[in-house]
Structures are given as C-alpha cells and as structure tokens.
C-alpha cells in the first residue's frame, strides 16, 4: 500500500530555494524506488520577498495552513533588507515555537572524505548528536526596551527556563542516550547564570535517576567549546539550551566538514504538530543565485524527515550516499573543494540511491 505524505516547502531566501530543489531531487527519487512512499509537496513563498511586498513573513493564516501538513522542509530565512529579528522572528522561529517544535537535533558526524580542520581527528572521532532546547531560554523572545533615546535607555533580554521545558528535552535525551548507546553530556553555566543554568544542572540531576544506565557528564559551556576542538570523541549525545545550542552546532558544522553538511530536525515529538527540516545553515547571500550552494546539508535534513516518518532504512541510506559522494571529488560544490553546481550535486546524490 502507498502511503501519500504532504510536506509543506519553505524555500525562503538566498540559497534556501537552490538547496530546497534538491532535497526535494532526493525525496522524488526515494518514492520512485519505492512503492510504499509517496510525497505531494506544496511550496510557499514565505519569506523575506514576500515580507517587502505584504508587510509580513507569511500570511495570517500561514500557521493554520501549515497545521495541515504531514512535515515541514524549510530552507532559509533572513535576507539584507529586511532586519534580521523580523524575518526570523515572522517566520522560522514562530514555527518552532508555535508547533511546539521543542526538540532540535543536529548530528555533528563526521563521514569519511569530509574536510576537517582538527589535524588529529579521525572518522568515529567526531559522532555526536546535539539535542538543543528549542522553545524556550535565551530565544523566548521575552525582555523590554525602556526609555529609547535616553541617556536612560536600558535593555533587558529575559532567558526563560521552565520546568516543564527543561525536564522534557532533557527526558528526551536520556531516552536517546539509551537507545543510541552513547554518553550523555550536559552543557550549562551554572557558574555564572545563577538562576537559569543552576535550575538546568538541578533537572539534569533529577531526570538522570530515572536513567542510571546512561553515563553522564556535566560541562561549562566554555569548557565544552574548548573540549569540541581539543577532544571531540568525548561526546555522544548532547543536551543544552536554545543559545548554547545553536553556537556549538555552528562549532560542530565547522568540525564535520562545515556548514553545507550540517542538518537540523525542529520535532514535536509528540506529533500534535509538524515537524521541520532545514539545514543549519543559513541564506548565504555572499553565493546566493549563483548556483554553487552545497544542497548536502538540506539533502541530510530530507534522510532526517524519512527517519522521522519511520523509513530509517532511507535516512541511513541517504547519509551513506553522501558519505560515498564525498569520496568523489567530481560531484562536490566549491566549499568542499569540488566544481559542481548545486544541482549537479543534488542529480549525483540521487543516482546513488538504489
Ligand atoms: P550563513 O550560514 O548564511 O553563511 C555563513 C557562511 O557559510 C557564508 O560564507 C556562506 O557562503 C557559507 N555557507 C552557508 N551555507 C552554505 C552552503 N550550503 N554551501 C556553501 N556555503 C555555505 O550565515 P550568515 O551569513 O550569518 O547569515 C545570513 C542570513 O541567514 C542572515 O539573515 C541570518 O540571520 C540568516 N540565517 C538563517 C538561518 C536559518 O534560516 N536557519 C540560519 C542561520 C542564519
Ligand atoms: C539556526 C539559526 C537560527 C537560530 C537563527 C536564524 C534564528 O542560527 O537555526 O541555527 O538561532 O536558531
Ligand atoms: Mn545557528
């Protein structure tokens, strides 16, 4: 039986369409070769063009419209001309927050044929899988801007650490440390965020009797940033807060071959709403339109969407064949070293699949 999967696609700016053509390349492919998955895609044109011409990122019933969908791929957001907070705030962040897409998860692995600029690391070194808050903490969105154009004038950005928020990606973390076999680490800084960090370790702690199985670390986030470079193979899963996250997953790009590799799964883990796929990158306009763009990052985030709709077999599958095009200098776009265009790229990924 064929089973009909809608996925919304948010393109959006710069590179983001470029790369979103291929992974779509990809998943076309993947239905073809089996007779089991089908996919009905259906674009919006949200974004930063969009926003210059309706005054706003998506329209007003962008949320509801989306609701309806099986699973989101989104390829960038943010562009020069529209301020940065508006864009991401409009769009990809109210996504997150709004379908409570409080999971995201960024594998940092490194494959074999990948740059990587720490001169003793080898493949299996560097194998994590980033598990960041992704609802709440420094991005809530919650502060003030007092008395502007003052001599008065004070700013105040709230982090925003709930319970409930806390104990549910830390949960999930354990329960992926276990399933996975892998170490925990927790990354805070409770040194010197008194009240939000103090109250993560405490959960940490807390959570982690239900799981005295899995090994687990607690680190500084400097000290991990310093640990990411230094001793990479110390990590497995890790788990941390919405800021910290997405600094050492950039940190992480930059260790596994960089930014057009690395993926980001936005989940509900509890399917009320859909989830969203996107690479971690972001529109690039320094190579926008010029057709160069590494689509391996959004290709990894459409192997992530397969896992997640349940066809794991695809989503390793799909990593293997990047793996194996990084063996092949001849189908690389210009930041891994190669010449292709992004879609020779995307058209050589897809005739590996079988
Ligand atoms: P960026 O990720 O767009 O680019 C950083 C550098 O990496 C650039 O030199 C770029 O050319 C390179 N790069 C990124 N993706 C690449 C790819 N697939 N292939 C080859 N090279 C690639 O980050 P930035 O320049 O800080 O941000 C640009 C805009 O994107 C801003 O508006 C920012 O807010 C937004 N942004 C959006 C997202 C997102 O939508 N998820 C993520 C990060 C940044
Ligand atoms: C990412 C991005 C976003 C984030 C920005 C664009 C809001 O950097 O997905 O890593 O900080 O989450
Ligand atoms: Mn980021």
Redesign the pocket.
Known sequence: MTQTYRIALIP?????PE?IDEAVRVLNRVAELDDRIAFEFTTFPWGCEYYLKHGEMMPEDGMETLKGFDAIL???????GVP?HI??RGL?LRIRHDFDEYVNLRPVKLLKGAPCPLKDAKVGDIDMIFIRENSEGEYAGSGAWLYPDTDQEVVIQNGVFSRKGCERIIRYAYELARKEKKSLTSVSKGNALNYSMVFWDQIFKEVGKDYPDVETYSLLVDAASMFMVKKPERFGVVVTSNLFGDILT?LGAAIAG???LAA?ANLNPEKKFPSMF??????????AGKG???????IWAASQLLDFLGYEEWGTKIVDAIEALLGDKASL???LGGTAS?SDCGKALASLLK
């Not at 160069?292 to 959004?298: D, E, G, Y």
Request: charged share 15%; net charge negative; no cysteine.
């Open positions: 959006g700016d710069g590179i983001g790369v989104l390829g960038a957001v943010g562009y020069p940065d864009s991401l990809l950039d960089g930014m057009g980001s996107e690479p971690i990158h972001g529109s690039a306009p320094d190579i160069i763009a590494n689509p391996l990052a959004s776009t210009p930041d992004t």
